[in-house]
C-alpha cells in the first residue's frame, strides 16, 4: 500500500479551489494545512490554517507544497520549501522575469529538492489524445498546426471580474494564457526553435495585451500559429476555451470547442468529462506529481524543461518589442552571457540553459 502523503497549499485564492476540489480526489493524499493572507480563507481549504508559509513550513511535517501564490512571491516560497527540504508543486507564471525564473529553478537544484511547474493545460485529454494519435501515425508526418484561443470575460469597462488583478498585469495575454497553448505546442511537437508575435491591446481598462498573434518553428520543421483574445466566447462554448487543428501528410485532426476530437471530418474521441477543471486537467496534473514523487520518475514539466516553455514566452515579447522573429537560442545565450559577466569564476551548470 502507497504510503499517505502530507501536503500544505500557498496561496488560496480562485484558481487555488480548483487545486483543493482536485487533491481531495487523489487516493493516499491529505492537504493537512493552508497559508494565506486571508486566514478565514485559508481554514475553508485545511484542517490547519496559518497566516504564513513560513509559519505552516515551520510547524507541519508535509512531504509537498502546492504554491498557488501570486507569481512575485515564487521565488521566496520555492526558497522556503527548499530549506524545507519538500517537494513542490509551483503554479504557473514560474517567475515574473527570465533571471528568476533561472533563480528558482538553480535554487531547487541546489537543495536537492524537486519541482514541478503546475501547468495543466497539456493534461487535457483532448491534447493527450491527439499526442496518441499524431504518434500512432494517424495523419503522417506533422505539417502545420494552429489554436484560436478564445474567453469573452475581457470587454467592458470590468474586465476579468473573477481574477481583478489581471487589469494591471503589464504582461498578461500571453503570459496567462497563451503560454498554454505554447507549451501543448511543446508537448505535441517538440522544442521550439524560434517565435514570430504581434500583440496589443483593445480595451483600454486594462495594462497589458489582450490580444496577440504568435507563429512558431519547431524543428523537422513543423509550423504553428497560436491566436488568441479574451472578447467574443467560442462558439459553440464548451471546455477547450477556442479550437485547434493539426494538419499532416496524410489527414487531419481538428478539437472542437466542445472537446470532441475528429480525425478529417470523422469523430474519433468524444469528450465526456464532467468532473474538475476543463477535462479534469487539474486532477490529472497533480496526479502525475504524485505518482512521479512515488516512483522517482521525471516530471513532464520540471522545472527545468519547463525553462523551454518560459523561454519561448520570452521570446513572444522580445518579438513584439523588437518587431522581428526571435530564436530561443537568443534567450538562453543572454542568459549564459549573464552568468559570465556577474560571476567570472563561476563555471555554469552543465544544464543551467537547455538546448533542446
Known amino acids: 500500500?502507497?504510503?499517505?502523503?502530507?501536503?500544505?497549499?500557498?496561496?488560496?485564492?480562485?484558481?487555488?479551489?480548483?487545486?483543493?476540489?482536485?487533491?481531495?480526489?487523489?487516493?493516499?493524499?491529505?492537504?493537512?494545512?493552508?497559508?494565506?493572507?486571508?486566514?478565514?480563507?485559508?481554514?475553508?481549504?485545511?484542517?490547519?490554517?496559518?497566516?504564513?508559509?513560513?509559519?505552516?513550513?515551520?510547524?507541519?511535517?508535509?512531504?509537498?507544497?502546492?504554491?498557488?501564490?501570486?507569481?512575485?512571491q515564487h521565488l521566496p516560497l520555492v526558497q522556503m520549501a527548499a530549506d524545507s527540504k519538500v517537494a513542490i508543486i509551483c503554479q504557473k507564471p514560474l517567475a515574473p522575469d527570465w533571471t528568476t525564473a533561472l533563480e528558482i529553478?538553480?535554487?531547487?537544484?541546489?537543495?536537492?529538492v524537486r519541482l514541478m511547474v503546475h501547468e495543466n493545460w497539456r493534461w487535457q485529454p483532448w491534447y493527450r489524445m491527439t499526442h496518441d494519435m499524431i504518434r500512432s501515425g494517424d495523419i503522417g508526418a506533422p505539417i502545420v498546426y494552429g489554436f484560436r484561443s478564445r474567453a469573452g470575460d475581457g470587454a467592458g469597462d470590468s474586465p476579468y471580474r473573477q481574477q481583478a488583478y489581471f487589469r494591471e498585469l503589464d504582461r498578461f495575454l500571453i503570459d496567462e494564457a497563451l503560454v498554454h497553448h505554447i507549451d501543448v505546442a511543446g508537448f505535441l511537437f517538440g522544442p521550439i526553435d524560434a517565435i514570430y508575435a504581434q500583440a496589443g491591446r483593445r480595451n483600454a481598462m486594462i495594462t497589458g495585451e489582450d490580444w496577440a498573434l504568435l507563429t512558431l518553428t519547431h524543428s523537422d520543421p513543423i509550423h504553428g500559429w497560436i491566436d488568441g483574445h479574451r472578447l467574443l466566447e467560442p462558439e459553440p462554448t464548451g471546455p477547450v476555451a477556442g479550437d485547434a487543428v493539426f494538419e499532416g501528410e496524410a489527414g487531419t485532426i481538428s478539437i472542437r470547442s466542445t472537446g470532441d476530437v475528429y480525425r478529417d471530418n470523422t469523430l474519433a474521441w468524444k469528450n465526456d468529462a464532467s468532473a474538475g477543471y476543463r477535462g479534469d486537467s487539474v486532477r490529472a496534473c497533480q496526479?502525475?506529481?504524485?505518482?512521479?514523487?512515488?516512483?522517482?520518475?521525471?516530471?513532464?514539466?520540471?522545472?527545468?524543461?519547463?525553462?523551454n516553455t518560459f523561454a519561448a514566452v520570452q521570446a513572444a515579447y522580445r518579438s513584439i518589442a523588437e518587431g522581428r522573429r526571435i530564436p530561443l537560442s537568443l534567450i538562453f545565450n543572454d542568459s549564459r552571457r549573464r552568468l559570465l559577466a556577474t560571476e567570472p569564476n563561476r563555471r555554469p551548470h552543465r544544464d543551467s540553459c537547455p538546448e533542446e
Do not use: K
Open 105 to 112: 529553478v538553480e535554487r531547487a537544484d541546489a537543495a536537492r
Open 287 to 307: 496526479a502525475h506529481f504524485i505518482a512521479c514523487l512515488r516512483d522517482g520518475t521525471n516530471f513532464e514539466t520540471s522545472g527545468r524543461s519547463y525553462l
Open 1 to 72: 500500500m502507497a504510503r499517505h502523503l502530507r501536503g500544505g497549499i500557498i496561496g488560496c485564492g480562485y484558481f487555488a479551489r480548483y487545486h483543493v476540489e482536485a487533491w481531495r480526489r487523489i487516493p493516499d493524499i491529505s492537504i493537512v494545512a493552508a497559508a494565506d493572507l486571508q486566514l478565514e480563507r485559508a481554514r475553508t481549504f485545511a484542517p490547519q490554517a496559518y497566516h504564513s508559509a513560513e509559519e505552516m513550513l515551520a510547524r507541519e511535517e508535509l512531504d509537498f507544497v502546492d504554491i498557488v501564490a501570486r507569481v512575485e
